[in-house]
């Protein structure tokens, strides 16, 4: 007689395939965990069960070859595919103990992987590494190196036994290894009891992953760099170069045939050097471009450029450049809205690297129009490790810091966060603010009682001798700045304050660790398109 081992999919009856139904319809007995013979006791009623709870695999493994070698048809199941994580193995491995073992046939099943991928849309569409959480039979070490080695090369990963009461925080162990190697944005999902009662499906990024909580019924998908949230759908494309140029209309190829098909533009997020140059670099080669900025002065970083100087021609470039060149903060809506517009076929996320919500909505928009998208990053400057270098994680922290202390103050951080400076009790005496030549932004700082000497419009880049000036002039004792890159005036900033004596009090930007990729690399997709 025969041992069938058979995998009988995720839970619900209509998950197995059809090989599988007709094994266990002419089967005598049925062995399994409690779980999965429950599962099917509806359907074969008539069939003698013999069930085990966990962790009696070897037993019941061993149990089912003696009814099969005494001459009984046999099915031992196993959820999703018998050979993976399954029992199938195992059964092998225990047949060889016999003296005579029974004929051994694996039925295969659907997997969870694939189950659960099919609820969350296609999240396995290019190469992806299944991995189980499950320290029980296998060295933790072995494990973590497993999840290293896959998020290195930038798979998808399908994680099984994602946690258990015993091990609740396997998963953000796990998630911590892979946020080395992968951005906290990156498109992650779960399947929950798939095919069986309480199914639910969810798609978050891998830091909200992070802090979730999942069960052993619980099967999860971490995205690669290239994995998009299309909609309510986490998709992997099937060709790193696959893009989705309009709302509607799919069409794999490389991002030149592409551009030819849809006569679309690259769309650039800027307002800094980075996309300053990337723009100026579209330009000469004839690639066709916009770039959009949040505020006034990101559009004139774009025009302080040296670009072509010549009458007539010189008219019609402008009026063709303001027509690429949009000026004004977009929700993530609105930067669908342009992307649709465009018919952009390529983003290049090129703003400040503090504007962490544009960044977030970019990538976002991107990823529901399934747009291929690159963050620029932006390598930060560490500040300098003197007893005068204080660090801080916001302004709050700044502003309680110097609440207890004397001295005047240079703010150096911008105008939107300015109110929060406001909780020093004299602060409209102690703060000097330096902000950018914006009516808006002026008025904003008049607003809250910043006039007169305390307040300075003018844009940068500023030099160390007049940041040394600024300070002598009105005394500052303290230099709050960003950590921002050297294109920010940082080093301008920390030596005008080291040769004063005045202390820099830095607020580290938040998501230290930026990922993207360098404008080099940047350059190097843009050549693709010529
Ligand atoms: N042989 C099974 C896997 C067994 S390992 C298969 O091929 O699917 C057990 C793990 O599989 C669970 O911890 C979970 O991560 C996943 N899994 C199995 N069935 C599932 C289901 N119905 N819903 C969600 N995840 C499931």
Known sequence: MCL?????????????????????????????????????????????????????????????LRQAADGKETALVCSGDAGIYGLAGLVFQLSGEMEESPEI????????????????????????????????????????????????GDMVLCLYNPSSKKRADHLK?????????????????????????????????????????????????????????????MVTPRGYRMVRPGPCETKAGTLQENRAAVSGRVIIFGGTTEGRLLYEHCREQG?????????????????????????????????????????????????????????????LD????????????????????????????????????TPETLCFDSIEGVVSYLKNREGNILVTTGSKDLFLYTALPD?????????????????????????????????????????????REFSIRWVVTKQSGAVGGFYEKQNAARRTGAALLVIRKKNKKETGIGLKEAIEILEELK
């Open 287 to 347: 690639i066709p471009v916009s770039v959009y900025v949040a505020t006034a002065y990101g559009c004139r970083i774009l025009e302080s450029r040296d670009g072509p100087e010549s009458g007539a021609e010189n008219k019609r470039n402008e009026k063709a450049e303001q027509e690429r060149i949009h000026t004004g903060r977009l929700t993530r809506s609105e930067m669908e809205a342009a992307m649709r517009r465009e018919r952009a076929f390529l983003v």
């Open 173 to 233: 162990a796990a998630c911590d290894i892979i946020l080395a190697y992968r951005s906290p944005e990156t498109v992650c999902g779960y399947a929950k009891n798939i095919g069986r009662e309480g199914e639910v499906t969810g798609i978050l990024s891998l830091r909200e992953l992070r802090e979730f909580q999942t069960d052993m019924f619980t099967t999860v998908y971490i995205g690669s760099s290239s994995t998009l949230r299309v909609g309510d759908h």
């Open 4 to 64: 069938y081992i058979v995998g009988i999919g995720p839970g619900k009856p209509e998950g197995m395939t059809l090989e599988a139904e007709a094994v266990l319809e002419n089967c005598e007995i049925i062995v399994g965990y409690t779980v999965y013979t429950g599962l099917l006791k509806d359907r074969f009623p008539e069939k003698e069960y013999y069930s085990t709870p966990m962790k009696q695999e070897i037993e019941r493994c061993r149990w089912a």
């Open 350 to 385: 090129a703003t400040h690297p503090f504007a962490l919500e544009a960044t977030e909505n970019i990538r976002a928009a991107c990823g529901t129009l399934g747009i291929p998208c690159h963050r620029i990053r932006r390598e930060l400057p560490e500040p300098d490790d």
């Open 427 to 471: 602060y409209q005496k102690r703060l000097y603010v330096r902000v950018l030549p914006d009516v808006e932004t002026i008025a904003a700082c008049m607003g809250l009682g910043i006039t007169g000497r305390h307040l300075s419009a003018m844009q940068g880049p500023f030099s160390e001798e007049m940041n040394i000036g600024y300070i």
């Open 105 to 152: 046939r694996v039925i295969p099943g659907v997997t969870a992987a694939s189950s659960g991928g099919a609820l969350l849309g296609a999240p396995l569409g290019h190469d992806f590494a299944v991995i189980s959480l499950s320290d029980l039979l296998t060295d933790p070490a072995v494990i973590a190196d497993r999840l290293r080695f896959a998020a290195k």
